[in-house]
């Protein structure tokens, strides 16, 4: 796998990261479903440290989603960017996969939370799924 870079919807921030991802993960949890709006939602994974936004990093803004999940997004039009969870997943990013460039090579390596997978959503590789997660990815 190449680099990874991606942006927002408006493309004010942009960032880059120099490696593989860690992971990528597709979340069916009700609290990525309220927050992103969305049937299931997509993870890229990377380590934070590794991770430099090219461009319009004074755009972002944390909201803190619970006390250790937290949402980073651009302030000029919205789009979520990644989200951390310092108590769980310490050190790595999820980066939203629809802002990453080239999405469409990067498919989901596990889905988790499939015990609150909506029933008429269909995955048809049940090799990866699991309830919870089973471990850090
Ligand atoms: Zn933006
Ligand atoms: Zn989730």
New binding site residues.
């Given amino acids: 796998m190449k680099t990874i870079s991606g942006q ?6 942009a960032y880059h990261y120099p490696a593989p991802a860690v992971q990528i993960v597709a979340c069916h949890c009700s609290l990525c479903r309220r927050m992103t709006g969305a049937a299931l939602s997509s993870y890229v994974v990377v380590k934070s440290a590794e991770l430099v936004f090219t461009q319009g990093q004074q ?1 972002l803004k944390t909201y803190a989603v619970t006390s250790h999940t937290q949402r980073h997004f ?1 302030t ?2 919205g ?1 979520s960017i990644y989200n951390t969870n310092q108590e769980k997943y310490t050190g790595l990013s999820m980066l939203y996969l629809g802002t990453v460039n080239l999405h469409e090579s990067l498919s989901p390596r596990m889905d988790i939370y499939c015990e609150n997978k909506l029933s008429w959503l269909s995955i048809t590789d049940s090799s990866r799924h699991f309830e919870n997660t089973p471990t850090r990815p």
């Fill in positions: 927002c919807s408006c493309g004010e921030i755009l651009c000029a039009c789009t």
